[in-house]
């Protein structure tokens, strides 16, 4: 892990409807720093700020002042910056992923960012190919069919290879998963995960739901109204569950089973997030 | 720098919330109000008229408690195409026009361009009526919900229904247009950062920045148009489920009821736009 952080905000402030009689404010204040491989979540209940903080990261909405967004290196509020290549090197799956597919064609579509990039045409076959592998959407079966004829789950697969077609160094992955069936949802993460494990992808998972971030993510930040309310390890973040409930969140279940078991006095050594880790303390507890 | 909030600039249309005078009015009073000085606006030619027509609709878009400025940031992406219109009617326009009130004059003639006194009132005078329909659109869109605004208008046209006019319909039918303004903005929005997010160029600088953009317009309307088709049928479907069947035997939630001050309100706009109407021939310039 380097010390410069790949991403750093500071300060950020966001309106939106600037200047109208109509103006909301998503960000009061914001900061938040990460670093080159890890893998982060942000994490807050609708209507926080979450999908307003990762536009700044990739510079789709441009920090106002006193706000600051440093992305390797480069100061964002700087107008000459080139944006592209931001772009190109940070990668962001939107929400709603049948409003982010914007071509014909399955195939067109995700090799769209790599045509952008200048590629040329066998190359960007192999890229497009790679990249369905890596969403699981067969190449053969998917790349002539219409967007617009794709069940919700495939579409989030297609977007979110449009965007890995990039081979962004970061991917920000902003509720980009729900609505997959669990299964493509567990091989997707997990080859996901590879890549951040084995190539040093820097991950960003937004979510309103607990349950998707145990055993994604090294960090989190708890967003609430606007701010940052809570940021640390998983373990640490998870082992507050009150004060997550103040700010409308829940703990995983299988942490929830943990608190409630220290509550009726049973010793739990470590506060588990995922349900194996939870499987190997109530082995602890009954062999003790 | 590229700024994706198109949303920011759609003012026509969007209701503020407030508790002016203008805001209380009866719907059915504010439409037609707005239709009476929208026809004393188009007969009007002359300086004075439009003077005194500009004045009024100002004091009441004042009177209604709109800022300016969100009134006229409204126009702002429209102003490359009113510059480009104006400057044809300057120069194209003269040759032949009678301006009103004087006698014609020649300032500048080359060929097909004429630029005289009668050009150039037209240029101000088009000028000072867009302004005033602005206002207009402005004084009853920000302060009448879109609710209002369609309740306002079924009933107005209730007495043409039997002659076969589908009163409820076409008050449904500009509703949903309406109610697509913003969203289509919105979708715009998305669909700009999801291209801009893979890597195209929006914010392009250079020589030939008019035909990039033209062509990124072209690459963006198909996909806007296909999301539009899918969100009326996502209504139509939302509609059918809870049993809309149409105008007939529809009940309402708010009963439009006139008080003292909408009374008022029809007479003196009634009479303005009448005398405006009448004597638009008789103002000395």
């Known amino acids: 892990m380097s010390r410069e952080p790949f991403i750093q905000v500071n300060d950020l402030h966001h309106n939106y409807l600037r200047d109208t009689p109509l103006?909301?404010?998503?960000?009061?204040?914001?900061?938040?720093e990460i670093h080159k491989g890890e893998s982060v979540g942000i994490i807050g209940r609708t209507g926080a700020g979450k999908s307003t903080v990762v536009q700044h990261f990739n510079g789709l909405i441009r920090p106002r002042e006193p706000g600051k967004v440093i992305v390797d290196g480069q100061d964002l509020s700087d107008p000459q910056v080139d944006v592209r290549r931001i772009r190109q090197k940070i990668g962001l799956v939107f929400q709603y992923p049948e409003q982010q597919l914007f071509e014909r064609l399955v195939g067109d579509d995700i090799a769209f960012g790599p045509k952008k990039l200048g590629m040329e045409q066998a190359d960007r076959r192999e890229r497009v190919k790679w990249a369905m592998e890596m969403v699981g959407l067969d190449f053969e079966e998917f790349k002539d069919r219409f967007t617009f004829s794709l069940s919700g789950g495939e579409m989030r697969k297609a977007a979110l290879a449009g965007v890995l077609a990039l081979q962004p160094e970061m991917l920000i992955l902003d509720e980009s998963t729900s609505g997959v069936d669990p299964r493509s949802r567990k091989e997707l993460l997990g080859r996901l995960l590879a890549l951040h494990k084995e190539h040093g992808l820097t991950l960003a998972f937004v979510s309103p739901n607990m349950e998707d971030m145990a055993g994604l993510v090294d960090r989190i930040y708890v967003m609430d109204k606007g701010r940052v309310v809570m940021s640390g390890t998983t373990r640490e973040v998870f082992s507050q569950p009150e004060r997550l409930r103040e700010h409308g969140l829940g703990v995983p279940q299988v942490t929830e089973v943990a608190h409630e078991l220290i509550g009726r006095g049973v010793p739990v050594e470590r506060i588990p997030v995922t349900v194996e880790e939870g499987e190997e303390e109530i082995w602890k507890i009954l062999n003790s | 720098m590229e700024d994706f909030e198109f949303l920011r600039n759609i003012t026509i249309g969007q209701y503020l919330p407030g508790d002016s005078i203008i805001h209380r009015l009866d719907p059915r009073t504010k439409i037609s109000v707005f239709l009476f000085i929208t026809i004393a606006v188009t007969f009007s030619v002359s300086y004075t008229g439009n003077i005194i027509l500009v004045l009024v609709t100002l004091s009441l878009v004042l009177l209604s408690g709109v800022s300016m400025r969100y009134v006229f940031s409204g126009i702002?992406?429209?102003?490359?195409?009113?510059?480009i219109l104006a400057t044809l009617q300057l120069l194209l326009y003269g040759e032949g026009f009678v301006p009103y009130g004087m006698q014609s004059k020649t300032y500048f003639h080359w060929g097909i361009i004429h630029i005289t006194n009668g050009s150039v009132q037209l240029v101000i005078v088009s000028a000072m009526r867009f302004v005033e329909l602005l206002f207009l659109t402005s004084l009853l869109t920000n302060t009448t919900t879109l609710a209002n605004i369609t309740h306002g208008m079924e009933n107005m046209l209730r007495p043409f229904s039997r002659i076969g006019v589908p009163s409820h319909e076409l008050s449904?039918?500009?509703?949903?247009?309406?109610?697509?303004?913003?969203?289509l903005a919105e979708q715009l929005e998305i669909i700009m950062k999801a291209q801009a997010s893979r890597g195209a160029d929006i914010a392009h600088k250079g020589k030939l920045q008019f035909v990039t953009t033209a062509r990124q317009v072209a690459v963006l309307i198909v996909p806007l148009f296909?999301?539009?088709?899918?969100?009326?049928?996502?209504?139509?479907?939302?509609?059918?489920?809870?049993?809309?069947v149409g105008g007939r035997g529809r009940s309402s939630l708010v009963q439009l009821r006139f008080?003292?001050?909408d009374y008022v309100a029809y007479a003196l706009s009634l009479v303005f736009s009448a005398v405006m109407?009448?004597?638009?021939?008789?103002?000395p310039f």
């Open chain 1, 23 to 32: 103006e909301v404010t998503a960000l009061r204040g914001v900061s938040m």
């Open chain 2, 76 to 83: 702002k992406p429209a102003i490359p195409i009113i510059i």
């Open chain 2, 172 to 183: 449904l039918v500009a509703t949903i247009a309406l109610r697509f303004v913003p969203l």
């Open chain 2, 226 to 244: 296909i999301d539009a088709f899918r969100r009326a049928e996502d209504l139509i479907l939302a509609m059918q489920a809870r049993c809309y």
């Open chain 2, 259 to 261: 008080a003292r001050m």
């Open chain 2, 277 to 283: 109407l009448v004597f638009r021939n008789s103002f």
